[in-house]
């Protein structure tokens, strides 16, 4: 009988060992979705035969613009996802901040939405075959394109970093360094932003992707750190 009792204990401490406490489920969660915002980055190349001037009077395939779409709308879900599956954790240091996290995010993904919408309307003109009439709504669907990128992957994420990056440096769920990089990496994007949206440079220019380098480090640096590391321990963050 006392054999009995012992294994069963034995085996309830063992099971409850290997639960996985809510706060790390939600950190796992979001380190997840962060890892996945990173998909996009073949896009700029899979886009590039639809920037082509004559592109709707070309043969080409679209299948990777079409494929290019599809990342794009997986990186806007996915960015919504961060904010929702972190709200309940950051509003216990400022629930106003957590919220503009959540709206920030679902207007960057909304850009993103459109900008998507812009291009696959382009090649459906060209699947269509509409020919060299069409060239001019072609370059307008584009040039739409890239202004609304411009605001969506330039200017909101800024803003969705800065938010995040005091949350979370208010909190000390995570390193104040890495909540630093998230905070300091806006400012040199919305100057990047500010200075394509005046023609001061272009917006593939290596200055416009440099100033982008910050804001990714953060990001992806964050979502290494919740996938491996959890949240940091900390007063008020043991219960959700």
Do not use: C, W
Request: glycine share 8%.
């Amino acid at each position: 009988m006392d054999t009995s009792i012992k294994a069963a204990t034995n085996t309830s401490t063992a099971t409850k060992s290997v639960m996985i406490s809510p706060e790390r489920k939600t950190a796992l969660i979001a380190g997840i979705l962060y890892l996945l915002t990173f998909v996009s980055i073949p896009t700029l190349s899979l886009y590039s035969s639809i920037h082509q001037p004559d592109y709707i009077t070309s043969s080409g395939s679209d299948n990777a613009v079409i494929l290019a779409g599809i990342l794009e709308i997986t990186v806007a879900l996915a960015g919504i996802g961060t904010a929702v599956v972190l709200f309940p954790v950051l509003k216990k240091q400022s629930e106003r901040l957590a919220l503009g996290l959540v709206v920030s995010r679902v207007l960057e993904a909304s850009t993103m939405f459109t900008g998507v919408a812009f291009l696959l309307a382009d090649v459906s003109l060209h699947q269509t075959n509409a020919g060299s009439e069409a060239l001019p709504v072609s370059h307008v669907l584009i040039a739409l394109y890239d202004r609304i990128f411009l605001l969506g992957q330039s200017f909101m994420p800024a803003i969705n970093d800065l938010l995040l990056g005091i949350l979370l440096y208010r909190s000390r769920l995570v390193p104040r360094f890495l909540a630093l990089i998230g905070i300091a990496g806006a400012i040199p994007l919305i100057a990047a932003y500010l200075a394509v949206l005046f023609g001061f440079m272009g917006l593939h220019s290596a200055l416009a992707g440099l100033a982008a380098i910050p804001v990714a480090l953060f990001e992806f640096s964050l979502g290494i750190y919740l996938v491996v590391k959890g949240f940091k321990t900390v007063p008020g963050t043991s219960r959700m």
